[in-house]
């Protein structure tokens, strides 16, 4: 930090010397330049005349949409168990293959770490890097509309989330308990038994719940693209422009996520 | 209890040799411990012959699911080259846009939200605020605004921009809860006003933690601009979906290896700037 | 118990337990940690190795049972050359090497028992030790374990609910029940109150003397070394600098181990504190 005196001696305290400061400040006006041109681009794409419009349509909408049609819930409830089961299968199956994965990507549990490692992280950024309903739209296409497209989408795009957390957890475990457990002789499987995975089941048990908690919210989408589940619903009712039955949806969709929110941070309360 | 599965303070080693040992179960009650199982065991079988694979789709299907990993193998750049560079220029318009404006908005509902330096009605108004927007999935605020605003860009950089508010506050105000108390108290003490005090001795503390999640979040509104175009709010997602439905796997496959790789970079690059920062 | 001032008197046998013959590790960044380390300890014999931090105390033990592999050299115990074994013959070594760390290195999550058990992993299958299904002699020689170092009501507890001095009870007890011939144990008080010091260093060695354990144990307070053991081994930057009774340490001897330093006065210090405790 440099701290400048001026005439009599006083110091000035300064953050950044001038060139540093210069810098920050062609930082700021290349940024803003970035953001106005950013800006201009949607706007120029953008038809305004729809959106001066836009306070009398949503109002229109808002009249439709009220109240719910609350007897529409009775052709819901099999939907709505279909999207409970995309998340929680879509989870249990992500955990089941983002294990090894983990073990695989973890700098101190990798086999190899030229060949196998860099395999691992590659599995894991596509995972990543691509939206569950990228999947959805994907595997609607290999096999199929349908729950099973969905629990797929949100297992693939799970893997990759819990592995990269779960991997972050081995990287961080406590060294010395593993050589202790190296020191009596025991084989590689069982210094895994006894030296890592009770460090990391704290972890394992957080992140099961968080990333369910997610896959909830996500699978109540999927439908969109023919994935199974309530978005399926949704997405005819929009189409149909049945609004008392999407606002029925929605409201449906916020108290799963409500419900999904309440049950995650009870169980990692008892897990933890 | 015929063998206690907890060992009392008095007990004797000539009891306990001889006696087998178990690890005490991680639920203590057992009926609970029973039931839990039996019926997570009866939810997996229900929920997995609910599925209603039909496998003879699926193994046609396979056929396709091969011709998108050849498309991965062999990414088709060329034939779709302008609708690709005009969607994905978009899809980044939309994520700069949007987590610009989202971080100027969550900045002051996030100072709003802390409950340790906000006042108890704003808290509550700028706590709502927070989970409305965490609540509602970026797709379906998407789908509303884009029947409000019509098709476009804007619809997707509304969404994106209300999406970062819920994310960033949150996680703003979680920072701010549970800053040191005692550097926030001794700015207080010299007697600075409120605007003075979070610059003091708010800002410093959380800033290195804003800047990671707000590069955090360019990075996820970059992944969320990708299948806005899907429910047709702007962005690569439109050009995503085309190709799916024409079952063009090659041009599909170019398009997911663009958004890998952009993710990959922009990773790698918060990475850099988050171990600067800290 | 009788508060000790003398070293406990082991019986001295000719058989040799371990030698080292020129033992050396040089780390991958240049740092020497061990220089041409020769010596030689007997079946029974508790010996102190003291030096100062970065000596190379913990890399000589560790070199033995090979968590850390040595540059050259020879560790042979009881006949068998430990730098040339393969992964499996190392497991089988291993299992005849107790070790008991700093920091106690217990498995925090999990129970006293499984902590104990754990050191039978080496003569149990995996699946066997991955159900918890230990050999009902290992469980009976457990708890006989656990009722030595006092901590048999405790069986059930997890480890992280454990005091720092039952930890390294627990820590002890899982290196005895590998049924070791050579105990490795590096600064078993470095994180223990003084008067847990002594009771754990006293305990190590009353269990070396009844098991005829052979011991190597680092430790940097010099007091605590001379109290327990009949002899002592200073190190300075991985070269053997001192190897005698503990009657030799003189302020001399400590100069070439520690560097410059009144000696003196902590030596008779020492010397007081123990009469003190001897007294009440």
Known sequence: ???????????????????????????????????????????????????????????????????????????????????????????????VLAVPVAFLAARNTTPNRYIIRPIALLIIVSSRSINSLIWALLLVAVVGPGVFAGMLAITIRSIGFCAKL???????????????????????????????????????????????????????????????????????????????????????????????????AKVRGAII | ?????????????????????????????????????????????????????NWSRVSEGLDRGLQFFLGFVNPDFTSRAVDIKEGLIESVEMTIASTVVGIFISIPIGLGAARNIAPLPVYLVCRSIVAVSRALNEIIVAILLVAIFGFGPLAG?????????????????????????????????????????????????????????????????????????????????????????????????????????????????????????? | MEPNTHPFILPQREILMLKLEKLTKVYPTGDKALTDVTLEIPSGQVVALIGPSGAGKSTLIRCINRLVSPTSGKAILDGTDLTALGAGGLRRERRRMGMIFQEYALVERLTVMENVLSGRLGYVGFWRSYFRKFPQKDVDEAFRLLDRVGLLAMADKRADELSGGQRQRVGIARALIQDPA???????????????????????????????????????????????????????????QFDGPPEGLTPEVLTTIYGEEDWKETIQKVDEEDLQDDAS
């Open chain 1, 1 to 95: 930090m440099p701290i400048s005196s001026d005439k009599s001696g006083l110091k000035v305290w300064q953050r950044r010397d001038r060139n540093t400061q210069l810098l920050v400040w062609a930082g700021w006006l290349l940024g803003t330049m970035v953001f106005l041109y950013c800006w201009r681009q949607i706007s120029d794409a953008t038809e305004w005349f729809f959106v001066w419009d836009a306070p009398r349509i949503a109002a229109d909408i808002g009249d439709r949409a009220l109240p719910p049609r609350w007897a529409y819930i009775n052709s819901l409830w099999e939907p709505i168990w279909d999207t409970l089961n995309i998340a929680t299968l879509g989870t249990l199956f992500a955990l």
């Open chain 1, 166 to 264: 779960l991997y972050e957890a081995i990287e961080e475990i406590d060294q010395s308990q593993v050589e202790a457990i190296t020191a009596t002789g025991a084989s590689r499987w069982q210094i895994m038994a006894y030296g890592i995975v009770p460090q990391i089941m704290p972890a394992f048990a957080g992140i099961s719940v968080f990333r369910w908690d997610i896959n909830i919210r996500e699978s109540t989408v999927l439908g969109l693209v023919g994935a199974g589940g309530i978005g399926l619903q949704l997405q005819g009712s929009l189409n149909t422009l049945a609004w008392p039955q999407v606002s029925l949806i929605l409201l449906v969709i916020l108290f799963a996520v409500l419900i999904s929110e309440w049950v995650s």
């Open chain 2, 1 to 53: 209890m015929s063998r206690s599965s907890t060992l009392h303070a008095d007990a004797r080693l000539e009891d306990l040799v001889g006696s087998k040992w178990q690890k005490p179960p991680f639920i203590t009650s057992s009926l609970l411990r029973w039931s839990l199982t039996i019926g997570a065991l009866v939810y997996f079988v229900v929920a997995i012959s609910s599925l209603d694979v």
């Open chain 2, 157 to 278: 950089f509304l969404t994106l921009s209300f999406a970062t508010i819920g994310f960033l506050a949150k996680l703003l105000a979680e920072e701010i809860e549970d800053m040191d108390k005692v550097q926030a108290e001794a700015v207080r003490a010299t007697g600075s006003r409120w605007t003075q005090w979070i610059n003091y001795g708010v800002q410093p503390q959380i800033m290195p933690r804003l800047i990671g999640l707000s590069i955090y979040r360019l990075d996820i509104n970059f992944r969320e601009s990708a299948v806005l175009g899907l429910v047709g709010a702007g962005g690569i997602g439109a050009t995503l979906n085309t190709a799916f439905d024409r079952y063009e796997f090659d041009t599909a496959a170019a398009i997911l290896l663009i958004i890998i790789i952009v993710v990959m970079m922009l990773e790698y690059l918060s990475g850099i700037i988050r171990a600067k920062v800290q």
């Open chain 3, 182 to 240: 050579l105990l490795l144990v590096d600064e078993p008080t470095a994180s223990l109150d003084p008067k847990t010091s002594r009771q754990i260093m006293r305990l190590i060695c009353e269990l070396c003397q009844e098991r005829d354990l052979a011991a190597i144990i680092n430790i940097h307070d010099v007091a605590l070394a001379q109290m327990f053991v009949q002899r002592v081994i200073g190190l300075r930057f991985g070269v053997v």
